[in-house]
């Protein structure tokens, strides 16, 4: 609890942004290991809009596996090139240090440079200096924040990374929006006046595939971001929807209701060449994904008579069912690894997020409300994206694979639905 | 025979009325009374005959007629068959309903459906995308079995994106397990 009113009191301190970002996170579970880190607020960072230092403390402090420590006034106002009194952040508890400081251009593009130092090895532990525009201050955050958390925990950090999502305003408009892995920056990709769902993104990140309502029927699109052009590549007579990329990008698994139920097909991610069946089946087969190594497509299917998870290889062949507890077991994700199935499970009238071990069987449910909806897991494999449903709307929220870490992104108005959280970007 | 004489003049009532709702006067003719004639031959029915003067209401300032499709009176204005929770089957109420759809698209063989299978917001919306479909392509099957050519009609599904009724409640809900039939003009 003192953690929680520490924390509370660094983002009243800093700036909107970062109120806005961190509306709440709930750390549970004993052992939490927590890497107590001081980032001391980078020199002369006033000058960009977004105080840099609280970007990068807010995402440490939103991955569940730091302490942001509190820093007081320092003077003189120590910069990455200070000499570091170890012994002095060691009596403020600090494992890690990070100094930086930002600098105006003659060009008037600004400089970051900041430093990471191990406080208990007493040395240096690596730094960058970014170039950049006045706009680019978070993005450039966000780096040092993946720089850091790389370094102090050994795996890639997720914090440059994008999450897509739908949002409903009013009674009739819809918006697929790219934002910040921390729901900041949002912006708006398509608009629509009928439904988006199941947006996807190819693993180079550049496109998405969704299904789009537009056609008074659902239509799969492929999206390119940057230029937004968009091709329906699955307008079939009947339903096209569940779009799935495949690991290359060349193939979307979708699911077409052309020769008629609801039937997993392959086609070509550019529209071209012939659909292939995949499927055949009186009944319900859907919401196919590939594992990462392209090897299986998991989807969810009513053959043995209530909606559950199977797997079948992905070039077509036996199926075989990997869910068994309940009678609701839909919306199959692969971990980024693909050892670990996270799916949605109906549990006496609620919708929660359950994870499934592959390789030993175990089954845990690691969300606790009533009606929570498509996983997504980040592409580190450490957090899980889903959409809350809260007092009739929809909110995002992530929980740590572990389920210790819960919290809920900033809330942006409307109705949030379908998130899907982005590769790496290089 | 005044027995026979009071069902044969309710009887031609009852077609002056049907004439009146008949309100596509250039695809049906109005309908006449003496195309109505009640069963066996009998001589009352010339005492209707041309005295008549049909008066329809339903011609706007442009002239043009209120479809079938449109009127209220006529069932072809009723759209949606709805369904008991984790149902696909066509209940025996609205039988009438589609067969009357049949029977329009039967007499009017250029027409076209768009059928939308639509299912409450429980669950996952993909799987519900599956459910609703299941929900047309039962309601197109019955169209077909009914004698609609099957490339009339296209049955699609929109989940559970396009409720009819908001919030969480039974009522909502049923409201929202349906199947609307779209005609020419309305997709």
Redesign the interface.
Known sequence: MRRWIAFLGIALLSVAPLCRAQLSIEITGAGAQRIPIAVVSFAGEGSLGDAISAVVRADLERSGLFRLLEVPALSPHPTEATAVDYAEWRARLADALVLGSVAARPDGRFEVRFRLFDVVKQSPAGGIAYTLAKGQARATAHRIADFIYEKLTGEKGVFSTRIAYVVKRGANRYELQIADADGAGAETALASLEPIISPVWSPDGRRLAYVSFEAKKPVVYVHSLLDGKRQAVAHFRGSNSAPAWSPDGRTLAVVLSVEGGSQIYLINSDGSGPRRRLTTSSSIDTEPRFSPDGQWLYFTSDRGGSPQVYRMPALGGEAQRLTFEGSYNVTPRLSPDGKILAFVTRNAGKFQVALLDLANKQVQIITDSDHDESPSFAPNGRMILLATLIGGRGVLSAVSSDGRIKQRLPYAGGDVREPAWGPFID | MRAILIAILSAAASAVLLGACSTSPQSQPPASVEERKPGAGDTAIPVESGTITPVDVTRGPGGSALSPLKDPANILSQRSVYYDFDRFDVKDQYRGLVEAHAKYMRDNPGARM?I?GNTDE??????N???G??RS?GVKKMLVLLGVREGQV??????E??PQAEG?TEEAWARNRRSDM?HSGE?
């Open positions: 768009l939308q429980r669950g996952s919306r993909e799987y995308v599956s459910l479909q299941r392509d296209e049955s699609v599904s929109l989940g994106e396009k969480r779209l997709f």
